[in-house]
């Protein structure tokens, strides 16, 4: 039984990233939002003001600027003042991408509503466009979905090994460092001691004391 609960929250812990929100941006703010994605991953993500005013034309007033940019400082989107937008890429390098949203200042301050919504890995493929262009039956479209699921948490788990590898070593680089700045430190102190002792040896040699 224990064993079957830690294999659903691994499972859990190495699904692929669903990341859908909404929140408030106000005028003259920026708002950055980063995912953790790994090398050759899938990511699509699409973004829209809420008209505070149903049934009525969105404002002039209600635009953003949206830019998506790698570990690595590489751009992967940029939006200029719009009211809603979509982006997809693939991750050519591994760590953490960043969504930023900015608003244009603006008297009076204005509150913005944002609707977002990340995903990345298997989350992020079109399903139902992969069923209508191959025409496949739903037992084997599920299949390949548990097939590309399956694929992409074997894939987490190396992901995870070699970063646990990297903390390790950095963790060894760290100890290293400790290890030979204490030494030092050590050694420091007792010359410093030293020579106290001297000084103090000194001074009572001249008092006649000693």
Same mark, same amino acid.
């Given at each position: 039984?224990?064993?079957?609960?830690?294999?659903?929250?691994?499972?859990?812990?190495?699904?692929?990233?669903?990341?859908?929100?909404?929140?408030?941006?106000?005028?003259?703010?920026?708002?950055?939002? =980063?995912?953790?994605?790994?090398?050759?991953?899938?990511?699509?993500?699409?973004?829209?003001?809420?008209?505070?005013?149903?049934?009525?034309?969105?404002?002039?007033?209600?635009?953003?600027?949206?830019?998506?940019?790698?570990? %690595?400082?590489?751009?992967?989107?940029?939006?200029?003042?719009?009211?809603?937008?979509?982006?997809? *890429?693939?991750?050519?390098?591994?760590?953490? $991408?960043? =969504?930023?949203?900015?608003?244009?200042?603006?008297?009076?301050?204005?509150?913005?509503?944002?609707?977002?919504?990340?995903?990345?890995?298997?989350?992020? %493929?079109?399903?139902?466009?992969?069923?209508?262009?191959?025409?496949?039956?739903?037992?084997?479209?599920?299949?390949?979905?548990?097939?590309?699921?399956? =694929?992409?948490?074997?894939?987490?788990?190396? $992901?995870? %090994?070699?970063?646990?590898?990297?903390m390790q070593q950095l963790n060894r680089e760290t100890h290293s460092k400790m290890t030979t700045f204490? *030494? *030092?430190?050590?050694? *420091?102190?007792?010359?410093?001691?030293?020579?106290?002792?001297?000084?103090?040896?000194?001074?009572?040699? %001249?008092?006649?004391?000693?």
């Open positions: 039984m224990w064993e079957l609960k830690a294999l659903i929250v691994t499972l859990g812990l190495l699904s692929p990233t669903v990341e859908s929100m909404r929140f408030d941006l106000k005028s003259g703010a920026t708002k950055c939002i =980063t995912e953790d994605i790994k090398n050759n991953s899938m990511s699509v993500g699409k973004y829209s003001i809420v008209n505070p005013n149903e049934g009525y034309p969105m404002p002039d007033t209600h635009k953003i600027t949206v830019k998506v940019t790698s570990p %690595r400082g590489n751009n992967y989107h940029y939006g200029d003042r719009v009211e809603s937008g979509t982006f997809a *890429f693939t991750a050519a390098e591994a760590g953490g $991408y960043m =969504t930023c949203f900015w608003a244009a200042e603006h008297k009076p301050l204005m509150t913005f509503s944002i609707d977002f919504d990340w995903k990345t890995g298997v989350a992020a %493929r079109d399903w139902l466009k992969v069923a209508k262009k191959g025409q496949v039956e739903a037992m084997v479209l599920e299949f390949q979905k548990m097939y590309d699921t399956v =694929t992409s948490i074997h894939d987490e788990m190396f $992901y995870l %090994r070699e970063r646990e590898e990297e204490s *030494f *030092f430190s050590l050694l *420091f102190c007792l010359l410093v001691a030293a020579v106290q002792l001297w000084h103090l040896k000194a001074f009572f040699e %001249r008092k006649k004391l000693l």
